[in-house]
């Protein structure tokens, strides 16, 4: 049977459950169990090499003590074992240090919850669980396949956009930028870990013996504040062979800026800050007071200049209006363009985030320690004989050969054009530059037209309140 057959089933199995209450809770259901299914059989493949290894849960709790035996716990005797021992279990491991297996679990165990009402069912599930061998590396191979669809089904589930990039833009960002082995890798709003995955398999192509892999369980780095993306995230990179991932469940934003030390500073930053959302009060003082806003996009380029190394390079995801946004967004291009080198916007179309928002982006490449001379920019286009993007029709890799073969050639054409830092300066640093070669009109998405549409009303309301000021000015010359 195949692994989409097999989670599929899963998914009819949980359907029939009382206690879980639509995708979200069926995905976060489906997510811990799988954890501790791949905890138990990389366990198994580490007791191989070291017969010293001491696995941080206690025996009882362990996946193949409580789960594996098909014809074991099951009814009201296994549902009491999961909610009564195993979750009070893995959220109060004893002696944890920070950084260690056992710290990991306490940590992904401590605001996860068992949503099933009937160890029956619960049974059923382990039971599909337990057909996949996640030490084979034909089943690694296919779940990882199955784990990008099983990404974006996420949408279902709410609010999926925020923790979900198409692999495409992550790859060809991890490819631009060009990880080297050694250098730290950060994604400071990392979500299900897509940007430090795809940096994970770059890298592995450089780590040829076991002692460089070691090198790759210290520098893939990552901080994620909700739950779900996070086991996810725990979960993805366990899967890719880092034995201890260094992913931090918290806020990057929560701790000040002023704080941030030579070194907590990064080699590269790799990352799709959620945009549109607000951050509490609190969070405000961490930044500078030309910085503080309510804008969590913002904030986050704010602490992407403070937390890059000199030389230190960075590809983020940014909304349109980043570009041509004013106030804080303005002093924040004034400080990337004066402290990094802002060397290419690749300016994405509508649609490449579809379905979770029509909202147009952009892909900012810069790297720190010299100002920023001029800018190219890179209007990728649809393929031939497509409008938009959709979730059959997603952006593809092969798309992006374009901007590969034109990187380090650099020439104007149809889809390539710089703007020098003295135009940019001269606009206030808005950067939305429409191409000047492009000959098609550009559709303006629902967001763009609407903005548009309030701007054209407020021009109009103006011009009859100044008529009516000028006709009321005559009048009263006139009564004199």
């Not at 299914?37 to 009882?60: A, F, N």
């Not at 925020?162 to 050694?182: C, N, S, W």
């Not at 990552?222 to 779900?228: H, I, S, T, Y």
Request: glycine share 6%.
């Amino acid at each position: 049977m195949s692994i989409t057959t097999i989670i599929k089933s899963i998914q009819d199995i949980m359907r029939k459950d009382v206690g879980v209450d639509g995708d979200a809770q069926r995905i976060a259901q489906l997510v811990w169990m799988i954890f501790l299914k791949i905890l138990d059989d990389k366990e198994q493949e580490l007791e191989i090499l070291d017969d010293h290894y001491q696995s941080p849960i206690p025996e009882e709790l362990r996946w193949r003590n409580w789960a594996a035996d098909d014809e074991g716990m099951t009814g009201d005797e296994l549902l009491d074992f999961v909610n009564n021992k195993l979750f009070p279990g893995l959220k109060e491991l004893p002696d944890v240090i920070e950084g260690t297996r056992g710290f990991i679990i306490r940590e992904v165990f401590e605001d996860t919850f068992n949503y099933m009402k009937s160890g029956t069912l619960i049974r059923q599930v382990i039971n599909k669980i337990d057909e996949i061998d996640f030490n084979s590396s034909e089943d690694r191979h296919l779940f990882n396949d199955f784990y990008e669809s099983f990404l974006k089904d996420l949408q279902s589930a709410g609010n999926a956009g925020e923790y979900y990039t198409p692999r495409a833009v992550t790859q060809f960002m991890v490819d631009m930028i060009d990880p080297k082995l050694g250098e730290t890798v950060l994604d400071p709003a990392c979500g299900t870990g897509g940007f430090l995955v795809c940096a994970l398999e770059h890298l592995k192509k450089q780590a040829d013996t076991v002692e460089k892999r070691k090198i790759l369980d210290e520098t893939i780095l990552g901080v994620e504040k909700k739950p779900l993306p996070h086991i996810l995230a725990m979960t993805n990179l366990i899967l890719h062979d880092i034995e201890i991932p260094k992913l931090r469940r918290d806020n990057s934003l929560s701790y000040p800026l002023r704080d941030i030390r030579a070194q907590d500073k990064v080699d590269i930053i790799l990352t799709n800050p959620p945009f549109g959302g607000e951050e509490e009060d609190g969070i405000q003082a961490n930044f500078p007071a030309a910085f503080q806003t309510k804008e969590t996009a913002d904030l986050f380029m704010a602490l992407i200049l403070a937390k890059l190394k000199d030389n230190g390079r960075a590809a983020v995801v940014l909304p349109d209006g980043f570009l041509f946004g004013e106030g804080v967004k303005t002093r924040l291009k004034e400080r990337l363009v004066e402290e990094c080198n802002l060397h290419t916007i690749v300016r994405l179309p509508n649609g490449v985030f579809n379905p979770y928002t029509g909202i147009k982006t952009n892909l900012l490449f810069f790297e720190k320690g010299k100002p920023t001379d001029e800018i190219w920019y890179f209007e990728h286009p649809y393929p031939e004989g497509q409008k938009s993007y959709s979730k059959t029709k997603p952006i593809r890799i092969e798309e992006f050969e374009l901007e590969k073969q034109w990187w380090n050639n650099r020439e104007e054409n149809e889809y390539a054009w710089k703007v020098s830092i003295e135009e940019i300066k001269e606009r206030n640093y808005n950067l939305d530059i429409k191409n000047p070669y492009s000959q098609e009109q550009e559709l303006l998405s629902p967001e763009e037209a609407y903005e548009q549409y309030q701007n054209a009303l407020k021009r109009v309301k103006e011009t009859k309140q100044k008529l009516a000021d000028e006709l009321a000015t005559i009048i009263g010359r006139v009564s004199v």
